[in-house]
């Protein structure tokens, strides 16, 4: 559904060319849900800018859902909704004759637009505010009524610009609950970029990781955290020659990558911390080495992030 190849950007700045995006290459195939994920300044906007044809590329080509953005990008836009960072409403507008004049914009005839516009103001619970001025509504509320607008002409590829930036945890949890919630009735293709790990990791199948114009990483949110980053087992002994000890027998775990010994206290990072945490408290066992306390802790994908940069996302990306 969205296919990128050596896509790439450069503007022109008074210091000099600024490189945004250096060849990027993506595949979304349809109904996917990825999640692009980045600091500051990593180029996720200008990807997704180029990819839904408000800026041209530099060089390169993207196509989406069958149309290329540089020479059919009537076609694509027939085929995408696009909720930018800003919001879409009007301020002194009714939210349900914004959504008639965005349908009438996509070439909806006015009764089709009426249809549509009460079919989105359920789906997106705004129907009790159809007749509220935009500028009235909540920070959720408006939201809400931003993917409505994105969705008046029914496009099968939906892309969020940070959707939830800004809103509260509950109202965030609210957006996603209507964005889940209309993927599983309509099968759309979701793409977005998010500052919010863990909303990434618990709402995405799939993350793109993007550092300096370049992506970094792409796969599922379980498996870039069980191969880039691990889990840890931490585990209290009774004493530091116990602990030494252990380190040696926790060396020796299947997959282990590093064993830390501080006190009597010990960390190991290795890939399924919970499938081996029985077998290591059975090796110390059997050693004579009890453990007093013993946890796994899983990683999240700033510790992802953090493995392939040696710089914290959460941190760069002030999230
Ligand atoms: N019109 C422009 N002219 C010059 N430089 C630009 C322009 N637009 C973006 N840039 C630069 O391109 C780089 C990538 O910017 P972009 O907005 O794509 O990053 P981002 O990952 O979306 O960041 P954020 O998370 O802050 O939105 C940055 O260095 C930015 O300053």
Redesign the pocket.
């Known amino acids: 559904m969205i296919h990128a190849r050596d896509l790439v950007r450069t ?1 022109k ?1 008074k210091a000099g060319p ?1 490189e ?2 250096r060849g990027l290459n993506i595949d979304v195939a349809e109904g996917e849900l990825v999640a692009f994920l ?10 997704v800018r180029m990819l839904t044809t408000l800026l041209p590329p530099t060089s390169g080509s993207a196509n989406i859902g069958g149309f290329d953005v540089v020479s059919e990008p009537a076609e694509v836009r027939r085929r995408i909704g696009y909720v930018g960072q800003g919001t879409g409403s009007g301020p002194y507008h009714r939210v349900r004759d914004e959504l008639v004049t965005q349908g009438r914009a996509q070439r909806l005839g006015t009764a089709a637009a009426k249809k549509r516009a009460d079919e989105l103001l359920v789906m997106l619970e705004l129907d009790g505010l159809a007749d509220r001025n935009c500028a009235s509504l909540s920070g959720g509320q408006k939201r809400r009524l931003d993917v409505a607008l994105g969705l008046m002409h029914t496009p099968p590829i939906l892309f969020l610009d ?1 959707p939830s930036t800004g809103l509260d945890p509950h109202s965030r949890a609210n957006l996603w609950d209507h964005i889940l919630k209309l993927r599983r009735k309509t099968g759309m293709t979701i793409f977005l ?1 998010t ?1 919010y790990l863990d909303e990434a990791d618990t709402m995405a199948e799939r993350v793109m990781v ?1 550092d300096n ?1 370049v992506l970094i990483a792409d796969d599922t949110p379980g498996r870039l955290k069980a191969d880039l980053a691990g889990d840890t087992i931490r585990v209290s002994v009774l004493c530091e020659d116990q602990a030494v000890q252990a380190g040696g027998i926790a060396r020796n775990l299947p997959g282990a990558r590093e064993a830390k010994v501080d006190g009597r206290n010990l960390t190991v990072a290795l890939p399924d911390g919970e499938a081996l945490l029985p077998e290591f408290i059975r090796r110390l066992h059997q050693e004579g080495i009890e453990a007093i306390s013993a946890r796994v802790e899983r990683p999240t994908l700033d510790d992802v992030f953090l493995g392939l940069t040696g710089r914290s996302l959460r941190e760069s ?1 002030g999230a």
């Open positions: 503007f700045s600024v945004a995006v980045g600091p500051n300044g990593a180029g996720k906007s200008t990807s940070e970029t500052h993007m114009g990306a």
